[in-house]
């Protein structure tokens, strides 16, 4: 097998144009009988079914717990109004214990009949907590106590009513930390799952946005839920991420990050194939469009599928501007992150190889920089960007009180101090600040991060062969990123392959009335479109 066969192998092109059709079918054709099953549930350990007997159940889940040293868990007998022995647990801490005493409690005591073995009477007539169901699987009624949620049994009845009593501390709704924009909402994320799909609600008022429960990982068993539109999001897609999220079987499971590496298609691949937003009017935005999201307990991101380098590269802004503001802002992004990955690379390749195509004045004016320079020119431009990437780790991880100095430090003095040691020149010290300051034009964080790996890979490939490979390096990089899926959604869609959508890519097109999403997500909109049924067009 020759270079070239190797190379078309590497970057998939030899596979077949069906691929990249617009569906969203990866890992195999998915099945519509699909169900997204509860992590937790596969557990194995647990008897089945409680007892009747409130002491047997009690010893259970005693054991279970280990109450013996685990202090936290609460067991309250008491006995109802027609004296049935009855049992509590719940997580100290975790469940409210005024909501437990004055709702659960005081009216079981007051009632004179307990249901006579049957507690839809209780939840009925007695019980006043809104939320409450019943189960008699042990494995879930575990995975509701650590919760926070609280179990009432009764003596005599073969389930166990699970009753909604949590009340744990959380962080507010603050600003988005990450996302930070000039005009329109300025609400982030919580850690709170509740509190997050209540945000998304508050904006997306339809009644077909649904949020699927469920849990996933190995016996941490992570809180979950997937959010949609229910006859707008495409079916294919929802099926496909319940079958990866159901794959998950990992204790590790803490926040979106993890989930995020364990559903994506390219494990190596520096580009992020979710969009991890800390914004609620950008995630309804999307879901409007008709693509799904993901949210987690614990975490206050919440990751949006399919992703897309065009809605990486986006930002709310865009479009809560005017339009002749919109356009300078998302042009002065554009070309800062084109500035950002090629300006470093056509540089050296420019010095190196191809003085020609410099003036004598620019020319003269790099030499003058560079007479007490000992380092040869790549070295001394990969130095500079490595510490450049090292100044902004530092000045990310410490307190923001000090990051900003570290930054004015870093890029000040340091920068004078490399130029009067003679271990940098002013012009590519120029360079590496300018292709620094279009890197943080990228409003997405993963996507800043991966334009390294493009920007690092440039400057080698320019080093190495000039422009010419520069260019090769740009034509592999291009083709790799047009091999690439988002949960079978191409990575550079709408425009390869080019799809039905009208609005300008770079400019800012003209806000008008669309009751359609977009065409790349493959909604159930188009499919009717394509049909011939009824549908409105943009």
């Not at 510490?387 to 991880?397: C, K, N, T, V």
């Not at 291009?478 to 959604?489: C, H, M, N, P, W």
Request: positive net charge; proline residues 5%; aromatic residues 8%.
């Amino acid at each position: 097998m020759g270079i070239f066969e190797r190379t078309a192998k590497l970057l998939r092109f030899d596979e077949s144009s069906e691929r990249f059709e617009l569906k969203e079918k990866e890992r195999g054709i998915p099945n519509p009988g699909t169900r997204w099953t509860d992590a937790a549930a596969r557990k194995t350990g647990f008897p089945e079914k409680i007892k009747s007997d409130i002491s047997k159940n009690e010893k259970l889940f005693r054991s279970l717990f280990s109450a013996d040293v685990n202090k936290d868990l609460i067991f309250r007998r008491f006995s109802t109004g027609a004296g049935t022995p009855a049992l509590l647990i719940y997580m100290n801490g975790m469940a409210r214990d005024e909501v437990i005493a004055r709702f659960i409690i005081d009216p079981m005591m007051r009632a004179k009949d307990d249901g006579g073995g049957d507690p839809k009477p209780i939840l009925e007539t007695i019980i006043r907590i809104p939320e409450s169901t019943t189960e008699t699987e042990t494995g879930k009624i575990v995975k509701a106590i650590l919760s926070g949620k609280t179990a009432l049994m009764t003596d005599g009845f073969r389930s166990c009513m699970i009753l909604e009593t949590r009340g744990y501390e959380k962080r507010p709704v603050t600003q988005a930390e990450n996302e930070k924009i000039v005009r329109g909402p300025q609400e982030g994320f919580s850690e709170s799952m509740r509190t997050n799909i209540t945000l998304i609600r508050r904006i997306i008022r339809t009644n077909d946005l649904v949020a699927e429960y469920s849990s996933a990982g190995g016996e941490n068993g992570t809180d979950l839920a997937i959010v949609y539109r229910d006859g707008v999001t495409a079916p294919e897609l929802i099926v496909e991420i319940k079958k990866r999220l159901a794959a998950i079987s990992t204790d590790t499971l803490v926040c979106a990050g993890v989930i995020e590496q364990m559903i994506e298609d390219s494990a190596f691949s520096p580009l992020p194939q979710t969009l991890a937003t800390e914004r609620p009017d950008r995630t309804a935005s999307f879901l409007m469009q008709g693509a799904a999201a993901v949210i987690s307990e614990g975490s206050p991101y919440v990751l949006v599928m399919p992703a897309t380098l065009s809605a990486l590269l986006g930002s709310p802004e865009d479009i809560y501007l005017r339009r002749p503001l919109g356009t300078v802002i998302r042009v002065v992004r554009y070309v800062g992150a084109f500035a950002s990955i090629f300006l470093p690379g056509y540089f050296i390749a420019l010095a190196m190889y191809h003085q020609g195509l410099l003036s004598t004045e620019v020319l003269s004016t790099v030499i003058k920089s560079r007479e007490m320079v000992f380092e040869p020119l790549p070295y001394e431009m990969l130095l500079l960007l490595f510490i450049f990437q090292l100044i902004r780790e530092a000045g990310m991880r410490v307190p923001s009180s000090v990051g900003q100095a570290i930054g004015v430090i870093g890029g000040l003095i340091l920068g004078q101090a490399a130029v009067a040691a003679n271990l940098a020149s002013t012009v590519v010290l120029i360079i590496v600040a300018i292709s620094g300051l279009g890197n943080l034009c990228i409003p997405d964080y993963s996507t800043q991060v991966a334009a390294s790996y493009f920007r690092f890979a440039f400057v080698i490939a320019a080093w190495m062969g000039g422009l010419l490979g520069l260019c090769s390096a740009l034509i592999i990089a291009v083709g790799y990123t047009a091999s690439l899926k988002s949960f079978g959604v191409p990575f550079l869609s709408p425009f390869a392959p080019k799809t039905g959508r009208k609005r300008p890519f770079i400019l800012r097109g003209k806000i008008e009335n669309h009751h359609r999403g977009e065409d790349y997500l493959n909604t159930e909109a188009d499919k009717t479109v394509r049909t011939g049924r009824s549908g409105r067009n943009r």
